[in-house]
């Protein structure tokens, strides 16, 4: 019997352990992931550290959340690093703005009373943001 109850609390440390690699690997965001459509041949480079940023900042500023609750709104969305063009056209649907409202408040937060007009300082803070923490000028660089 406590041979098996060591066996099983190695099995669950080692799924921690693989779980918590999983979970990292996730949290790993980065830019210059090129795409092709498999139909069309249109290329797409996706800049998903650029795009998770820039929602994190608009959590910040117009969610008024502080870094660390954004970080951990976004973190607790699970985005995974998209792996084929329609999962990144998918992200793309939506502006960054929609996806910050959409993670700080829920599914129809328009429908509460929260806008999802863009404010009208927007995209002078976004251009600077941008610029300020060294990201890509766009978050989908559609190749012609």
């Known amino acids: ?11 669950q ?14 949290m790993e965001y980065k830019d ?6 498999t139909e069309t041949k249109e290329e797409l480079i ?4 650029t795009w998770i940023s820039v929602i994190q900042g608009i959590i910040i500023k117009y969610a008024k959340k502080t870094e660390q609750e954004a ?3 976004v973190e607790a969305r ?13 992200y793309s649907h939506e502006s960054e703005f929609h996806w910050a409202m959409l993670i700080t408040y829920g599914e129809g937060y328009w429908q509460r009373g929260i806008s999802s007009d863009e404010p009208s300082d927007y995209i002078t803070w976004e251009s600077q943001y941008r610029i300020d923490n060294s990201l890509k000028e766009e978050s989908f660089e559609f190749i012609d």
């Open 1 to 11: 019997m406590a041979v098996n109850l060591q066996f099983l609390q190695i099995r």
């Open 13 to 26: 440390l080692s799924y921690l352990i693989s779980l918590k690699y999983v979970i990292k690997k996730k």
């Open 32 to 37: 210059n992931i090129k795409f092709v459509d």
């Open 46 to 49: 996706f800049n998903f550290k």
């Open 71 to 73: 970080r951990s709104l």
């Open 78 to 90: 699970n985005f995974l690093i998209p792996e084929t063009y329609e999962q990144v056209i998918f």
